[in-house]
């Protein structure tokens, strides 16, 4: 049973607790998401309230069967595009990382954080469908095949962009930071 036919089946039908239940489950995965597609907190934030106003006002259409996960997945990475669209801004890194002090490895952590850092701002350098294929297969962790069905895309159209992306993303880091023994 789906999350949805779960919640339709269960002895009270207060469809605004429902929906609360079912953002309260996804709003950091939503959230997360979005910061990863646009590399900025303040455009994460506007896409993930539009993502949840797009929820709430198909929340009653939503069938039994459908995917609570993938279809705010998919609203995600649209909306996500939208405001790419709309707003186009250099990306940024997802946070200002403090520099430790007095720790007795802190030049390695600040290499990690810059590693981090720069991986956040070539991820945001990636084609659109690139970006969201990385994004949803490596950060999110989901099977290809769901990002496939996500993407609106074939299992191998995803392989590849991931490859791809991959391989972008390697090139701008060793171009960034050299080679890796």
């Given at each position: 049973m789906t999350e949805l036919a779960l919640i339709a089946a269960s002895a009270h039908r207060d469809?605004?607790?429902d929906f609360e239940q079912l953002l309260r489950r996804y709003e950091r995965q939503v959230l997360v998401t979005s910061l990863r597609l646009l590399g900025n907190l303040e455009d994460a934030q506007d896409a993930s309230q539009e993502v949840f106003v797009r929820f709430y006002r198909?929340?009653?259409?939503l069938k039994e069967q459908d995917d609570c996960?993938?279809?705010?997945?998919?609203?995600?990475?649209?909306?996500?595009r939208d405001?790419?669209?709309?707003?186009?801004?250099?990306?940024?890194?997802?946070g200002d990382e403090a520099i430790?002090?007095?720790a007795p490895d802190a030049l390695a952590q600040l290499q990690q954080s810059e590693r981090q850092r720069m991986l956040a701002i070539v991820?945001?350098?990636?084609?659109?469908k690139e970006r969201a294929a990385i994004v949803l297969r490596d950060?999110?962790?989901l099977p290809t095949r769901e990002v496939?069905?996500?993407l609106g895309s074939s299992e191998a159209t995803v392989r590849s962009q991931v490859s791809q992306g991959r391989q972008r993303i390697r090139a701008a880091m060793e171009k960034l930071f050299g080679r890796r023994k």
């Open positions: 469809e605004l607790a198909h929340f009653r259409r996960a993938g279809w705010l997945y998919r609203v995600t990475v649209n909306v996500c405001v790419r669209r709309k707003r186009p801004r250099p990306e940024t890194a997802s430790p002090d007095r991820l945001g350098g990636l084609p659109e950060l999110e962790g496939a069905a996500i």
